[in-house]
C-alpha cells in the first residue's frame, strides 16, 4: 500500500504557490488510481497553518509541518533535512513535490538520504495496472519518455505549469508540527537576498498568457541595408509592456549581447529558451524574426498556441510548428500591434 | 585572502545539439539511433562549470582543476581533444554509458566514488562544480547526489555567479524563478555548485594547453574504470519523439495594419 506525501513550502506570505496545487492535483489523482493508498501532506515556511487550511478539502488524511525562520529561507541544508524529517513522519513511499527552484535543488539529495530515487521535470503521471508510470522529456524536451521504477521511496518532482491546479477547498486542517533539530553545519549558507530587475526592466513573467520571441532577424540589417536596433529595442519592450508579456530569446540573439555588442541590452541569458535554455510554459506564443529547425524549436515545446512573423515563408521554426505563419516584416507588424495595443 | 582550491568539475559529453535525435528500443533500454556514430560535444551546461573552475582557479593561485568525466571512452577521447586546448585541467575517466536514459542515482555514485578516490583530496578545500542539468537526461539530479554521498550540505544549482569574499566567504547568485537570482552567502569550502550559463565566454582554443593537457588526459582515458550502469529498478514503457505536426496556415500578402488587427484579436482571446 502506498503512501503518498505531498512536499510543498509556503511563499512569503503564507500562501500556496500554483505550483503546490498542481502537485497536488497529481497526487490527488494518484492517490485516486491507487486502491488502498493513503494520501498526506508535509508543509515547510515560517507558518503553514494557512497553507494548510486552504487546502484542507482535500483528499489528504493528515498534514505534517515544519516551521521556524529557518525554514523561510531556501537553503538545501535546511530544506532537506526538514523534507526528511517529513518524510520519515509520514512514513511515505512516494513524495510528490513541486519542481520549483527550492525543491528541485534539494529532492535528489533527500531521495538519496532516504536510499531512493527521484525522478525530476516530471510532466504526467499515471496508473496502469496497479503501476506508477511517470513521463518526462529528454534530451532537452526532444523526445518523451515514459517509466516505472520498483524503488521506493520515489521522489517526484512536478513541472509548474504541466498540470491543473487542484481545486481542493478551504478548511481547518490539523497540522502535526515535526521538530527538525539543525546542526551547526546546516547553517553555514544564509540567504541573503535576491537580485532582479527594476519592476518595469522585468522581461521574464512566467504568469503571463503570451511569450514573445525574438529572433536574431531584429538586429540583422533590413531592406534599406542598415540594422535598426534601436527601433527594435522600443518595439519589442513596448510591446512586452502593452501586452504583458514574457520574453523569450534565440541564443544566437543572447550570445551576441554576451559578446559585448550593443544588441538589445536587456536581454541575457535568462531569457534564451530553446536547447540550452528554458521551455517555458504559456497559453500564447508569438515568434519574430525566428530562424531554424529542430532542435532551435524546442524552446517553445510547451507552448500551447503558436503563432509567427517571419519574412521567409519556408521557416522551419514556424512550418509544422506554428499554427499561423505571417510572412511580413516585423518591424512593420509589431509598430502596428503596439499602436492598437495602446489605443484599446 | 586567497585559497587554494580544489575544484572537481563533472561533466560528461552529449551528441551535438545540432543532429537530429532519434530513439531506439535497445536490448538494454532506450537507446538513439547510431548513438555511437553521433558527433559529440562537452555537455553545455558542465562546459560552462569548467571554465568557471578553471578562472576560479587561475585568480586563487595553487588551485587545481579537475574534470571527472563518465563515458564511452573512445567518445570521451574525441571530445577531449577540443576542450583540453580550452583550460588547464586533469582528467579523471570512467569509461561508461553517457546515454541520457541512465539513472542518475547510479551514475552519480561512480562519480563520488572517482572523486572520493582522488589523491590528496583535501574537503577543506573541495568545491565540486557541474552543469545544474545536462542535455542529455536534463535531471537536475546528479549533483546533489554526489554532493549527498561526499557528505556537502552547502549546494547550490542554477548558479550564474561565484564571487570569493576577502573573508574567504562564497557569494552566489542562483537562477530562481520569474528570471530573478537567488544571492547566498556560504561560509566557504566544501560546497556543490551547479552551474548554469555563469558570465564567461567559452575561452579559445590554447594549442600550448592543450599540449599540457593531453599530457595526462591519454594517460588517465588508458586506465578509465569500466563502469556499468544497469538502470536496477528502472524501466521504460517507451520513448518517442513528439508526432505533433501542426497546419500552419500561411498569410501571404496582407498589409502589417490588417496582420496586427489579427494578432491584437488572438492576444485579447
Not at chain 1, 42 to 52: E, S
Not at chain 2, 243 to 266: C, F, G, H, N, Y
Request: proline letters at 5%.
Amino acid at each position: 500500500m502506498e503512501t503518498i506525501l505531498v512536499l510543498a513550502h509556503t511563499e512569503n506570505d503564507g500562501s500556496l504557490a500554483k505550483s503546490a496545487r498542481e502537485a497536488m492535483h497529481s497526487a490527488a489523482a494518484l492517490h485516486q488510481s491507487l486502491a488502498g493508498s493513503q494520501l498526506v501532506v508535509g508543509l515547510i515556511g515560517d507558518h503553514v497553518q494557512a497553507a494548510a487550511n486552504s487546502i484542507a478539502a482535500s483528499p489528504a488524511t493528515k498534514y505534517f509541518g515544519v516551521t521556524g525562520t529557518d525554514f523561510t529561507q531556501a537553503r538545501y541544508a535546511s530544506d532537506a533535512a526538514a523534507a526528511e524529517s517529513i518524510f520519515k513522519a509520514a512514513q511515505a513511499t512516494i513524495v510528490v513535490a513541486p519542481a520549483t527552484s527550492r525543491w528541485a535543488r534539494v529532492l535528489p539529495g533527500v531521495a538519496q538520504r532516504l536510499g531512493g530515487r527521484a525522478d525530476t521535470h516530471v510532466t504526467g503521471v499515471a496508473v496502469t495496472d496497479g503501476k506508477i508510470s511517470v513521463s518526462r522529456w529528454y534530451y532537452r524536451q526532444r523526445m518523451e519518455g515514459a517509466l516505472t521504477r520498483t524503488q521506493r521511496p520515489w521522489l517526484i518532482g512536478i513541472d509548474p505549469g504541466s498540470q491543473p491546479a487542484c481545486a481542493c477547498g478551504a478548511g481547518t486542517a490539523a497540522v502535526e508540527m515535526v521538530a527538525v533539530a539543525l546542526p551547526d553545519t546546516a547553517r553555514r549558507t544564509t540567504v541573503t537576498g535576491l537580485r532582479e530587475p527594476k519592476a518595469d526592466a522585468q522581461t521574464i513573467r512566467p504568469d503571463a498568457q503570451l511569450l514573445f520571441v525574438t529572433g536574431a532577424g531584429w538586429t540583422k540589417k533590413q531592406a534599406d541595408g542598415q540594422t535598426h536596433v534601436p527601433e527594435a529595442e522600443k518595439l519589442i519592450l513596448g510591446f512586452l509592456k502593452a501586452a504583458r508579456a514574457s520574453l523569450g530569446s534565440s541564443k544566437s540573439l543572447v550570445d551576441l549581447g554576451g559578446e559585448g555588442q550593443a544588441v538589445l541590452p536587456f536581454l541575457s541569458h535568462l531569457n534564451q529558451i530553446g536547447q540550452t535554455g528554458a521551455t517555458p510554459r504559456h497559453a500564447k506564443g508569438l515568434s519574430t524574426c525566428c530562424h531554424g529547425e529542430e532542435p532551435h524549436t524546442v524552446g517553445w515545446r510547451f507552448i500551447n498556441e503558436r503563432r509567427a512573423i517571419s519574412l521567409d515563408p519556408n521557416c522551419g521554426w514556424a512550418r509544422g510548428k506554428a499554427d499561423v505563419l505571417y510572412v511580413a516584416d516585423a518591424f512593420a507588424v509589431v509598430t502596428k500591434v503596439n499602436e492598437l495595443l495602446a489605443a484599446a | 585572502m586567497t585559497t587554494a582550491y580544489q575544484i572537481v568539475v563533472c561533466g560528461s559529453i552529449v551528441p551535438d545539439p545540432l543532429q537530429t535525435l532519434e530513439p531506439v528500443a535497445a536490448p538494454t533500454g532506450p537507446a538513439l539511433k547510431n548513438e555511437m556514430m553521433l558527433p559529440a560535444v562537452l555537455d553545455p551546461w558542465a562546459g560552462h562549470a569548467l571554465f568557471e573552475a578553471a578562472n576560479l582557479a587561475k585568480n586563487n593561485p595553487g588551485s587545481k582543476v579537475w574534470l571527472v568525466a563518465l563515458g564511452p571512452k573512445a567518445k570521451l577521447q574525441q571530445v577531449m581533444m577540443t576542450v583540453a586546448q580550452k583550460v588547464p585541467f586533469e582528467l579523471v575517466a570512467l569509461d561508461g554509458s553517457a546515454s541520457g536514459f541512465t539513472d542518475a542515482t547510479e551514475t552519480a555514485t561512480a562519480l563520488a566514488e572517482a572523486i572520493a578516490a582522488i589523491p590528496g583530496l583535501d574537503k577543506s578545500k573541495l568545491l565540486v562544480f557541474g552543469g545544474w542539468e545536462s542535455a542529455s537526461r536534463g535531471a537536475g539530479a546528479t549533483m546533489q547526489i554526489v554532493g549527498e554521498r561526499l557528505g556537502i550540505v552547502d549546494q547550490f544549482q542554477g548558479v550564474d555567479q561565484l564571487t570569493v569574499n576577502a573573508d574567504g566567504s562564497l557569494e552566489i547568485l542562483e537562477r530562481i524563478e520569474g528570471g530573478k537570482h537567488q544571492v547566498s552567502r556560504c561560509a566557504g569550502a566544501p560546497a556543490l555548485l551547479g552551474w548554469a550559463t555563469g558570465n564567461l565566454p567559452e575561452p579559445k582554443n590554447n594549442p600550448q594547453v592543450g599540449m599540457v593537457n593531453m599530457r595526462t588526459v591519454m594517460p588517465a582515458l588508458q586506465k578509465a574504470k569500466p563502469t556499468k550502469l544497469a538502470g536496477e529498478g528502472l524501466s521504460f514503457a517507451g520513448v518517442a519523439l513528439p508526432k505533433q505536426l501542426r497546419e500552419t496556415k500561411i498569410v501571404k500578402d496582407q498589409s502589417p495594419d490588417a496582420i496586427a488587427q489579427e494578432i491584437v484579436a488572438w492576444i485579447k482571446k
